[in-house]
């Protein structure tokens, strides 16, 4: 990322190397950190979660001791977290798009490298950017969609005033 291009790029445009390169690649990596970021913490939290969750019923029978009580409280709140974070951030949900999102940049790339269909025509270099700039396109307005949707359930302010 280190070589972007913030000026209009000149009539000739970008060679096919330099696309890979500087978007394709950078995409690619991109999508693969985000997906590894998001699989680390999906993962971690489930795991904190279950082993919290496993350690209750045993805790539970040490009903004499007063500390004990707390403690399961403790771990209930810890499991209550990990659970809530899982599911606002959408770790799981992230991860498997991300890592489908960089596999079907990596198969455009190399269907694009070999000359397959639909890359084997005089238009190929112009066919093959308009697919990876959907894709990419069509992640981010997911994520937009995602960040902007109401959540269900809740009153929105007019149907309250409404009420």
Not at 62 to 87: D, E, K, L, Q, Y
Request: proline share 3%; hydrophobic share 40%; with cysteine.
């Amino acid at each position: 990322m280190n070589d972007l291009h913030y000026e209009p790029i000149e009539s000739g445009g970008l060679d096919a190397h330099a696309y890979l390169k500087e978007r394709v690649q950078d995409q690619i990596a991109w999508y693969d950190r985000k997906g590894a970021f998001n699989k680390r913490w999906f993962i971690s939290l489930r795991a904190v979660e279950m082993a919290s969750a496993a350690t209750v019923p045993f805790l539970a029978g040490f009903t004499g001791n007063p500390w004990m009580s707390r403690t399961v409280g403790m771990i209930g709140i810890i499991i209550t977290v990990s659970a809530g974070m899982t599911h606002l951030c959408q770790f799981q949900k992230r991860w498997i798009e991300y890592r489908t999102t960089a596999e079907s940049l990596k198969k455009e790339k190399f269907l694009f490298v070999t000359r397959t269909k639909p890359y084997n025509g005089d238009d190929a270099f112009s066919v093959f950017v308009q697919r990876v700039e959907n894709m990419v396109s069509k992640e981010v307005g997911v994520w937009a969609q995602y960040l902007t949707k109401p959540e269900t359930g809740k009153e929105t302010e007019k149907e309250k005033v409404r009420l």
